[in-house]
């Protein structure tokens, strides 16, 4: 079957570091995406890694290993708005992403 | 500027009353994809279209139906709401199958009362 497995819910200080963990089991694998969703809004891109290693963009990394089927996203100089729940997403063999429920990330001051 | 429309952004109906909601892209984009999104939970594809290609999600419920007249529009009709389909109901469009970032519409909250 498929199964993405991504903790619940974290929180953060403002100003510090997050890494929110993620790992997959796909019927085939054409990449993973990271989706950012506010309350009561829609999912916004965030990244897409297709091979191993690392993705930075600005404030946000993403980190990918086919082999243990393993990602993560990386939050740097945390701000308030960035609370919001992240969700992970792999891109199976016939191109439809499996979404994972998604990781609430509360930021406190 | 390009982008994905979903009227109306709020929707209330009654227990076993249709509803249409309605999505339109001015993207040009090849797939449409409707899904349905419950508190805290995961976004579920209930259908896609690969241009008038309709792919109906084996778990979908026959209660859930769907239109594509044209490449900019699609609709999403709900025979006969219960209250269980009280949800977020998100549009989503991509160039084209392979190429997956999916760009969402922002949603319709739909509450049946």
């Known amino acids: 079957g498929q199964n993405i497995d991504q903790p619940t819910e974290m929180t953060a200080t403002e100003g510090a570091i997050v890494q929110i963990n993620c790992t997959y089991q796909t019927s085939g694998f054409n990449g993973l995406f990271w989706y950012q969703q506010h309350a009561g809004e829609a999912p916004t891109f965030l990244s897409y890694?297709?091979l191993d290693g690392l993705e930075e963009k600005g404030r946000f990394s993403s980190f990918l290993s086919r082999s243990k089927g393993y990602s993560y996203l990386l939050l740097k100089e945390l701000q308030m708005k960035d609370s919001a729940s992240y969700l992970c997403a792999p891109l199976d063999s016939n191109y439809q992403l499996i979404w994972g429920a998604g990781t609430k990330l509360i930021i406190k001051p | 500027d390009a982008m994905v429309i979903q009227n109306p952004r709020y929707q209330v109906t009654q227990f076993g009353k249709p509803v249409t909601l309605s999505c339109s892209q001015t993207?040009?984009?090849?797939?449409m994809y409707w899904y349905q999104q419950k508190s805290s939970q995961a976004p579920k594809l209930l259908f896609h279209y690969y241009d008038k290609d309709f792919n109906n999600e084996a778990d979908t419920p026959d209660n859930f139906q769907s239109r594509r007249p044209n490449t900019s529009f699609c609709f999403l009709d709900i025979r006969s709401p219960g209250l269980g389909d009280a949800a977020m109901y998100l549009c989503?469009?991509?160039?084209?199958?392979?190429?997956?970032?999916?760009?969402f519409g922002p949603g319709t909250r739909l509450t049946v009362t």
């Open positions: 989503a469009t991509s160039g084209t199958r392979e190429a997956a970032e999916q760009y």
């Open positions: 993207l040009n984009h090849n797939v």
């Open positions: 890694n297709v």
